[in-house]
């Protein structure tokens, strides 16, 4: 006769030399509360098992070899269900991510430090015929899309911006230099139809220019300290 064992650690507080017909009632308990959503009643349970083993035995068998780990063997319901152990939940809560809506002036400046990178705050200014607010910056480098990349080698040695990798995975881009072209945006409806083919279009690059020198250590962090306190999640407020 085929014999069948199972072994269980040694420090169990129960003997693992069982007979027979109740390591049989196990697995079988084991496979039936495996494939169940729901609890399996007792009498369900107790039918299916081998002639003259009782449900009872089996239960506390099962109930001391899953004392303390991941799975718990439970009564619930006149019946027993295998699930999570009470102390893990919180392993499977769902991490609700709230959406944030950029204001529309923080998404012209993002695709203006896109296409035109390095760019500094003022050549964002003219781009754009307005101030840029403080707020609107401010929120693009808070969510991690742009970075101050470089000072430019003029007068006042403004700072100038770029886009990060956190952007380019954002919008699914592999590098900066597949942002949508010329013949994209005017097929979006993007681009103003009046522009023909000879005017200029910017070719996005994250390489360093001639005209850039690298952040130092005490300007790479820079912004941390113009972020003020935590937004309230609306962010069409920024300008």
């Known amino acids: 006769m085929e014999s069948h064992a199972i072994s269980f650690q040694a420090d169990l507080p129960f003997d693992p030399q069982v007979e027979l017909a109740k390591v049989d009632a196990l697995r079988i308990v084991e496979a039936l509360l495996l494939v169940s959503p729901e609890p399996v009643p007792a009498n369900e349970l107790q039918a299916r098992l081998p002639k003259g083993v009782d449900l009872d035995d089996v239960a506390d068998l099962l109930r001391r070899l899953y004392a303390g780990r991941g799975i718990e063997f439970v009564a619930a319901a006149d019946g027993f269900r295998l699930q999570t152990a009470r102390d893990l939940g919180y392993l499977f809560e769902a991490q609700r991510v709230e959406p944030r809506k950029l204001s529309k002036p923080a998404m012209e400046i993002l695709a203006i430090i896109a296409y035109h990178q390095p760019v500094t705050r003022a050549e964002i200014e003219a781009f754009r015929g307005v101030s ?97 306190a935590k937004d309230d999640g609306n962010l069409d407020q920024a300008a």
């Open 132 to 228: 840029v607010g403080k707020g609107a910056l401010d929120i693009l480098l808070e969510i991690g899309w742009v970075r101050p990349r470089g000072r430019r080698r003029t007068p006042g040695r403004p700072m100038t911006y770029g886009t990060t990798p956190a952007f380019l995975a954002h919008f699914g881009l592999p590098a900066i230099d597949q942002l949508p072209g010329r013949d994209d945006l005017r097929a979006a409806g993007l681009l103003d139809a009046r522009l023909d083919g000879q005017t200029p279009f910017p070719i996005p690059s994250d390489k360093p220019t001639a005209d850039e020198d690298p952040l130092d250590q005490e300007d790479a962090n820079f912004h941390l300290d113009f972020i003020g």
